[in-house]
Structures are given as C-alpha cells and as structure tokens.
C-alpha cells in the first residue's frame, strides 16, 4: 500500500488565486514528519514546509501553509496569491521514525499549472 | 554559498557501459541520498549514507553502486545491471539521518539527466 497519496495529476488555478494541493498519508507510527517540495522544470527539488505528527499548529511559510487533519491522516498544502513562478511540481513526503530508516518516503506529486 | 552540486547535467551511456554520478556537498550534513525519478513518479531511493564509510541499501539498488569515502562526497554507479538506467537522478543531503524531531529537510541538488543510447 502507497504511504503517501497526492490524487491530483494536475491543477489549475487562475493567478492571485488560492490553490490546494492534497496529501494523505498512511502509517501507525505515532511519531512522524511530513514535508512538502516544490520541483520546477529546472528538475531541483525545494523544500516548502514541514509538519511534525505533535505540532499543535497548522504550520505556515510565507504563502505556503499545510492543513494538518492528523484524524484524516491528510496534509494538504494551500498556496495563498498563486503566482506564475508557482507553476511546478508539487511532492508530498512523509519521514516515520518507527524502524529507524528516517528515509522519507514520497508521493507521486501533482502538476501545477498558473494561468494568468 | 553552501549547498550540493552534480555533475553532469547530462550524460548519455551506451549500453552496456558503467558511469558514475557525481555528487558533492558543502552543507557539512552527515546523511547523503541517491534517487530516482522517471516521468509521472516520485522519488524512489537508491542508496542511502548516513555516515562516512557507511550506506544502506534503498528501495531500488539493483545495478548501482556507492561508496562513502568522503562525508562531502557520495558518488553513484550506474552499472551495466541496471536494465532501465534511463531517468533523472537526484542526490540530497541533510543533517543527520536519524534526527528525530524537527525538520530534518532534505536539501537536493540539481540532478542529472541519464539518457541510454
């Protein structure tokens, strides 16, 4: 079974718009991290934001913040004021302490496209 | 400026040839990663190093290979094995493998593109 689940293929949205991207993720370790990356088509991957499982808050960047739903097991990343640099790849990952890896495992991602 | 560098940003092999993928850091992190990217997928792990002298087996190591010699310095093999090695490859970095707690991110480089002719 996929740990970590991002069901959108692609997205649009129109720019200065709101958009949010969907994560949920799957694990029985009580302690755990998720991370969201941005790819553009340069190919690096950046890092945008990171929830811990015990975080009281939502955690937030900038334009970035994660709704945290740890009942849901969801982590969807909201992109407030989209701009036309936000147009890239999207990837969710989770980082499970139980097993001692702390190897994030990540999802397929979701394609995100502006408009102006 | 801190951060990791690959090289190259393409290579091309023929089949049946070995090619090594570079990757360096100056982050001063311990803990190194090598991934795989094909079109419409994540990430999926090759090896991984979480201290000098040290590396382990990810999900898909088949037909490559590493060494740790350096802690700024992880290199992959592409070795002739490797049936499908045609894909973008990603190496990262971050502080510690085993940091629990905090974030821990993983920094990346800039990948390499390996095409097989």
């Known amino acids: 079974a996929q740990k970590i689940t991002q069901t959108q293929p692609g997205m649009f949205v129109q720019e200065k718009e709101a958009v949010t991207l969907d994560c949920t993720y799957d694990t029985s370790d009580p302690s755990y991290g998720l991370f969201w990356y941005k790819q553009p088509s340069s190919g690096e991957m950046i890092f945008l934001i990171y929830q811990g499982s015990y975080d009281q808050q939502n955690a937030t960047e900038g334009r970035y913040s994660l709704n945290f739903q740890k009942a849901r097991k969801s982590a969807n990343l909201v992109i407030s004021a989209s701009q036309l640099g936000d147009s890239a790849m999207y990837f969710c990952a989770m980082r499970e302490t139980a097993g001692g890896s702390y190897i994030p495992t990540f999802g397929r991602g979701t394609s995100l496209i502006v408009h102006p | ?117």
Not at chain 2, 7 to 15: H, I
Not at chain 2, 17 to 42: I, K
Not at chain 2, 48 to 74: C, H, L, M, P
């Open chain 2, 1 to 117: 400026d801190g951060g990791i560098t690959q090289s190259p940003k393409y290579l091309f092999r023929k089949e049946g040839q070995n090619v090594t993928l570079s990757c360096e850091q100056n982050l001063n992190h311990d803990a190194m990663y090598w991934y795989r990217q094909d079109p419409g997928q994540g990430l999926r792990l090759i090896y991984y190093s979480q201290i000098v002298n040290d590396f382990q087996k990810g999900d898909i190591a088949e037909g490559y290979s590493v060494s740790r010699e350096k802690k700024e310095s992880f290199p992959l093999t592409v070795t002739s094995a490797q049936k499908n090695p045609t894909a973008f490859y990603l190496c990262a970095s971050s502080i510690q493998g085993r940091l629990a707690g905090g974030h821990n991110e993983q920094f990346f480089g800039p990948g390499t593109r390996l095409t097989v002719l």
